[in-house]
């Protein structure tokens, strides 16, 4: 009896997963941002050092950067946004639950423009938007909850602490790409910024996290032309960007807080 109620829970747990994969999208829009809101509370936050902007110049660079980009498109307003700095020599940044997108001091010293940054910035926006964070709640968390129960995996909150480093699928990472290339343009901001950062990256770094599951740069510099802009208008002026990458690549004008961890 015993053999049959465990392959059962398998059966289910195979149906569930079955069920969830393909409908994650459709499911992950369904739920309230409040309520992602409310989940993101209870993870807690990445490990590494949050970091703020003491300088008044380089926030008031960073503002504008994240204006030009936020809100801008239909809907923004219901989707939350809030950037952090991580003090982390890596090339990288992500999306977490809840609407936050950490920005890696190692990303800001790499990237050459604002354009380049503003680019990160719109494909993360992109992640939000798309509800891929919720797609991979709900797509890991049931699953791994359901075989919890014959003794096959573990509910515990690592699941949870597994969010903050999703890898996304090249579908997901593409609709990402399409929703940032979209925000650029709508936000008059040159697309090359876009193109010259992940084809620089994938000839100096191909190895780092940034790029996993990435298209191909070829692939990404073809898609890019279809949204080119005309007469971009910059992000930044060169004083501007310089006061800023100086503050926030890490400098002593940049305040952290003591290491925290979920």
């Not at 991580?86 to 050459?112: H, P, R, W």
């Not at 940054?117 to 494909?123: D, G, N, S, T, W």
């Not at 890019?224 to 208008?233: G, M, R």
């Not at 992000?235 to 952290?256: D, P, Q, R, Y």
Request: charged share 25%; aromatic share 8%; with cysteine.
């Amino acid at each position: 009896a015993k053999k049959w109620v465990g392959l059962a829970w398998v059966a289910s747990a195979a149906l569930f997963a079955f069920v969830f994969a393909t409908g994650l999208c459709f499911i992950a829009r369904q739920i309230p941002w409040s309520w992602e809101l409310k989940m993101a509370g209870m993870i807690g936050s990445p490990k590494g050092e949050v970091c703020t902007l003491k300088s008044p110049q380089a926030q008031a660079a960073f503002q504008k950067i994240t204006k030009r980009l936020f809100p801008l498109l239909e809907n923004d307003s219901v989707t939350p946004v809030t950037f952090k700095f991580l003090k982390k020599e890596d090339v990288n940044a992500f999306a977490s639950l809840g609407g936050e997108i950490y920005i890696f001091t190692g990303l800001i010293k790499e990237s050459k423009t604002p354009e380049e940054l503003a680019a990160v910035m719109a494909h993360e926006i992109g992640h939000l938007r798309e509800r891929h964070i919720m797609q991979g709640l709900v797509g890991k968390v049931v699953p791994s909850l359901l075989l919890s129960q014959i003794g096959m995996g573990s509910g515990s909150p690592k699941i949870l602490l597994g969010l903050m480093n999703l890898k996304f699928s090249r579908l997901q990472e593409e609709d990402a790409d399409s929703e940032a290339l979209l925000r650029l343009q709508k936000a008059k901001i040159d697309v090359k910024g876009y193109v010259n950062f992940f084809k620089r990256l994938a000839e100096e770094h191909s190895s780092i996290e940034l790029l996993s599951d990435h298209p191909d740069s070829g692939d990404r510099a073809k898609k890019a032309e279809t949204y080119a802009v005309k007469d971009p208008e910059p992000v930044l002026t060169e004083i501007e960007w310089n006061s800023f990458k100086e503050v926030a690549g890490g400098s002593k004008e940049i305040n952290c807080s003591e290491s925290i961890s979920n």
